[in-house]
């Protein structure tokens, strides 16, 4: 929630309201169904939304019912027709309460108006189920390629994923980030796969890497995507393996490293004048029983990194017979595209993209 100082008992009062009074209208309820199973359907046929979704199909195993399970479109439509309002009445009832919540406030507070909405909403606001952290699960997955036909749309999507055993906690961390950093996951067009595939040969509208990572627990997932035509499809492909083939065995340069690190920071810097940022890193730390000095720790190590261990790191991890790659577009046309993507602005789809697949 963002509001201004004078306006925060009020906003404060108004959530209090809507976490312990909710109307559930039927109307309303209605309306959320509906539209919920337009944008499902509606997105059914959309690239990204189909390689993401096979992606995630290849790339994990959790069981159906498991709160991460990796459903269809179709399945999520079959769950959504059989949800009532009476179950999301009771979902609620049973599951919702403060007993476990965690709450973080960034900005010129007042700190009696927080503490006063703390004690009256949260309380005594107990959930009638038991709170159980569910751990998230390393799959070792076997990597392959493969291909889906979406006839009649102009662009196409890539996805790749890598299945890495390693926490936020590991030695090599910092090393392995920074390693992602330069591959793909740092300043657009400074790091290697956005400047091979948009830059330098024109054949991307957007492309990039990026690496979750679980702070507590050994589970990272690393990925890479693209937007492209599809008539570049040989291409583009040949060029990823090129630029992770080139990382792994010749690994980056110290001026690589220096520029990218440098980078990284005055983004740090421009984060932390930011309140929803410092809010959500709040948020996770006292999650994961941390503080912000872990923030500055972290950075710390980052700096004093070397170009061997980054480059260790890199050969270490980028396991390629891990790596699932999904492509997903109208692949049926032969003549193969020699003429550059134009490079028109394309930040909207690269960040759209690249935020609907990191956390």
Sequence with gaps: MNTDKKNLAAALAL?????????FDAAEFDKAVLDAKASTEANMSDPQTIVSEKLSKLTTNYPKGHPSYASSSAEQLEELAKTSLDDVKNFYKDFYGANNSISAFVGELDKNTITGFLNKTFGTWDSKMKFTAIAPK??????????????????????GNININISETHKDYPALFMANELLGGGAFLSSRIPKRLRENEGMSYGAGTYMNTNYKYDVTNWGLYAIFNPLYKGRLDSALHQEIDKAIAAGFTKDELTKSVSAWIEGNKTSLGMNDFLARQLRWYIRDGRDLTDFTNF?????????????????????????????????????????????????????????SLEY
């Design 15 to 23: 959530l209090d309201d809507l976490l312990r009074n909710p109307k």
């Design 138 to 159: 390393h799959f070792d997955v076997k990597g392959g390629t493969e291909a889906i036909n979406t006839p009649d749309k102009t662009n196409a999507v890539v996805l």
């Design 299 to 355: 950075e710390s190590r980052v700096k004093a990194l070397t170009t061997d261990a980054v480059n260790a790191a890199m050969e270490k991890y980028f396991d390629k017979s891990k790596l699932v790659v999904v492509y997903g577009g109208e692949f049926d046309k032969t003549k193969p595209a020699d003429k550059p993507a134009e490079k028109k602005d394309s930040k909207q789809k690269r960040c759209s993209i690249r935020q």
